[in-house]
């Protein structure tokens, strides 16, 4: 496609459950993060993906939260045992990566996580 | 520990008129910032950057100008236009490529 995608744009969960969240990146793009706002705050940083290497884990708020990027391409964020504190929109970026000398990410439309 | 701080939650300005934005940082190894534009309910979307090397870059209406000594860089619009209106995130970027990092935001308003 010619944008990042994440599905679904609305998800509304109990607490207690497990949800997964998915972002489809640009094609091509070997960088890929999630961040996530919540209401009046700024982006939080939660985990970014480079290529093959090891991720950096050191922006996920609890070990509830889990990602994985398969195949270099799609990504899943997974939240267990949802809180009510984890309510926020979760945001997917991607870039073309590290040493590429191109710095711009760019976002899907975001998840609205909304847990009750 | 906030790295990149926007002070200003929100600005209003006057259609027309200039609009200036500010960010401070306080990690010297950020060697990349950028600006992005924020509408409700939508993703944020890149509008200009400026490399640690240069202090101020311009594209149309907005300019970006950076004072590496006192760790402030800010964003100009103008003429300013009400479609401005949106939340504005500075963002900093180390190690060529490592993750971003983004300030609070602030939300400014163009009325007419």
């Known amino acids: 496609g010619a944008g990042v995608s994440q599905s679904p744009s609305n998800k509304v969960t109990e607490k207690g459950k497990d949800v997964e969240l998915r972002c489809d990146p640009i094609s091509g793009h070997t960088a890929l993060y999630w961040y996530r706002q919540s209401l009046g705050q700024g982006l939080e940083f939660l985990i970014y993906?480079?290529?093959?290497?090891?991720?950096?884990k050191s922006g996920l708020p609890s070990d509830r939260f889990s990602a994985e990027r398969t195949g270099g391409s799609v990504s899943t964020l997974t939240i267990q045992r949802t809180q009510q504190e984890d309510s926020a929109v979760y945001l997917c970026?991607?870039?073309?990566?590290?040493?590429?000398?191109?710095?711009?990410?760019?976002f899907g439309q975001g998840t609205r996580l909304t847990v009750v | 520990d906030q790295q990149v701080k926007q002070n200003s939650p929100s600005l209003s300005v006057q259609e027309g008129r200039i609009s200036i934005l500010n960010c401070d940082y306080t990690?010297?190894?950020?060697?990349?910032f950028l600006w992005y534009k924020k509408y409700p309910a939508e993703g944020p979307t890149f509008l200009i950057s400026?490399?640690?090397i240069k202090d101020k870059n311009e594209d149309g209406r907005f300019t970006v100008f950076l004072n590496k000594s006192a760790k402030h860089l800010s964003l100009h619009i103008v003429p300013s236009q009400p479609g401005d209106s949106a939340v504005y995130f500075c963002a900093a970027l180390w190690g060529g490529g490592n993750k971003l990092t983004f300030g609070t935001g602030t939300q400014l308003k163009v009325e007419l």
């Open positions: 400026i490399s640690s």
């Open positions: 970026a991607s870039s073309l990566g590290k040493g590429t000398g191109t710095t711009e990410a760019f």
């Open positions: 990690n010297s190894m950020f060697d990349y």
């Open positions: 993906f480079q290529g093959n290497s090891a991720p950096d």
